[in-house]
Structures are given as C-alpha cells and as structure tokens.
T-cell receptor, first 113, second 112 residues
Framework: DTAVSQTPKYLVTQMGNDKSIKCEQN?????MYWYKQDSKKFLKIMFSYNNKELIINETVPNRFSPKSPDKAHLNLHINSLELGDSAVYFC????????????FGQGTRLTVV | DQQVKQNSPSLSVQEGRISILNCDYT??????FLWYKKYPAEGPTFLIS?????DKNEDGRFTVFLNKSAKHLSLHIVPSQPGDSAVYFCAVTWAGSYQLTFGKGTKLSVIP
C-alpha cells in the first residue's frame, strides 16, 4: 500500500494548457506539501497545507493553485502552462509539521512542449 | 542564495569502506537536520535526523554528526553497500516550521 501516491507519474503537455496533478496520502497525516525539483536539482517548497488550511505559499506564480478537498488529498492545478514549468513535482505529507519524518510521493515529471 | 550547500555533487566509494557526505548551512536559526535518500524515479525517503541539542545520532550503519559552531553536518555510512548508491539530500528546518530547505544533493556510488 503506497503511503503517498501522486498521479500521473509523467505528464507531457503543450504550452498554454491547464493541467492537474493529484496527491493522496493514507497515513493520517495532518500536513501535506508540494515541492518542485527543477533542472538544477534543487527541491523547493511550493505549498504547505495543515488540516486543509494553507500554511506556506512560497513565491510561486498564481497560475499554480493547490486545492485540498480533505486532509488526505492535496491536488495541484496549473493554468496556462509555460516551458519553465517543466520539472518534477513531489507531493509529501507529515504529522505535525516537518520536524518529523516527511513521506514523499514518487514524483510527477511534467514536460511542457 | 543557497542556505544549504552540499559541495560535492558526487562521491564514489568502494564497497565495505566508509562514505562521508557533507552539508553546510548558513542560518543558525535552523535547529533540526535531516538526511533523505533518493533513488531514480522515486521520491526522497527519510533516512536519519538530528536535533540541535545533540551532536551525534546513530541508526545502524548510518550516523549523522552535527557541528553547530561550524554550521556543518555530515552523514557517515559504514560499511557502504552497493544498495546505498543513490542521491543523498541534506535538509534543514526549525521548530514548528512547515517547510524543509534542501541541499542540491550528493550522488553516492558504491562500487562492488
């Protein structure tokens, strides 16, 4: 049973399209996150949700919008995709903030052409 | 401006020997430090952590050392095994934080 699962694993799409990446965790964690790993391999926080409330919203274009229908899900919607959005996006979850172990999904490789 | 630096992008070690991965951070506000391991096409997995009140934490073959005055931590793997070949990320945070700040990673190759 996968603890943090995200779909799809690969996503190839054209510039200007709108796409979503879904994330679900079955660990009962209160906090979920989206991270982006760019071409330089840095993993950077994008959003953090605690009990369905947005806690962190780093400097991310407002074309990116997270949506948390419940504690177990945190989806990422991206509007008007640009070439520079190509990256690997990781969902993660943890209990009570990140001082405890965070569990990551397998990643979604987004390629914008 | 990198707050967490892993200056060695790669490291090769013979099986059975010690692997030492290093990490430097810039902000003394950070008080909790973690190492994550990542295989290709998978997400990072938590390996070991240490809080600022300690200078060493050990878990089996893995030991993390923290030098607060130097703002430096290291991960020792002994003995190294081929299955340890992966990218290792150092991450830092502080009490009550909801984010991790990652280094760029070090790719470890353990040669049989």
């Amino acid at each position: 049973d996968t603890a943090v699962s995200q779909t799809p694993k690969y996503l190839v799409t054209q510039m200007g399209n709108d796409k979503s990446i879904k994330c679900e965790q079955n660990l009962g964690h209160d906090t979920m996150y989206w991270y982006k790993q760019d071409s330089k391999k840095f993993l950077k926080i994008m959003f953090s949700y605690n009990n369905k409330e947005l806690i962190i919203n780093e400097t991310v274009p407002n074309r990116f919008s997270p949506k948390s229908p419940d504690k177990a899900h945190l989806n990422l919607h991206i509007n008007s995709l640009e070439l520079g959005d190509s990256a690997v996006y990781f969902c993660a979850s943890s209990q009570e903030g990140l001082n405890t172990e965070a569990f990551f999904g397998q990643g979604t490789r987004l390629t914008v052409v | 401006d990198q707050q967490v630096k892993q200056n060695s992008p790669s490291l090769s070690v013979q099986e059975g020997r010690i692997s030492i991965l290093n990490c430097d951070y810039t902000n003394s506000m950070f008080d909790y430090f973690l190492w994550y391991k990542k295989y290709p096409a998978e997400g990072p997995t938590f390996l070991i952590s240490i809080s600022s009140i300690k200078d060493k934490n050990e878990d089996g073959r893995f030991t993390v050392f923290l030098n607060k005055s130097a703002k430096h931590l290291s991960l020792h793997i002994v003995p190294s095994q081929p299955g340890d070949s992966a990218v290792y990320f150092c991450a830092v945070t502080w009490a009550g934080s909801y984010q991790l700040t990652f280094g760029k990673g070090t790719k470890l190759s353990v040669i049989p």
